[in-house]
């Protein structure tokens, strides 16, 4: 059984940060993807930042240059830096890792952006 578990959602007010962890039950390299989506009200969940065979990156076109995905191998974590957020940008979010050809998706935690 793969787990994730993610933690750092928050309230935050436009222009601010935020970084959120995902830790994983497997290490990071065994994941073919791995990373974050989110889903706001009524909408459709989106990718938002993806690690691709632990290297390559893609991200979402509405993030591209404010949130950064990175991973640390040691401690089997994913995290996602978000700089300059928006009121658009809140929603649930997340984690997600395609491992032995399933999808494994995490609990999701909540990002408010508001003044």
């Known amino acids: 059984q793969v787990q994730l578990v993610e933690s750092g959602g928050g309230l935050v007010q436009p222009g601010g940060s935020l970084r959120l962890s995902c830790a994983t039950s497997?290490?990071?390299?065994?994941?073919?993807?791995l990373g974050w989506y989110r889903q706001a009200p009524g909408k459709q969940r989106e990718l938002v930042a993806v690690v691709i065979n632990g290297g390559s990156t893609e991200y979402g076109d509405s993030v591209k240059g404010r949130f950064t995905i990175s991973t640390d191998s040691v401690k089997n974590t994913v995290y996602l830096q978000m700089n300059s957020l928006k009121p658009e940008d809140t929603a649930v979010y997340y984690c997600n890792g395609l491992y032995r050809a399933r999808d494994y998706w995490g609990q999701g935690t909540q990002v408010t952006v508001s003044s």
């Open positions: 497997r290490s990071i390299f065994n994941f073919n993807r």
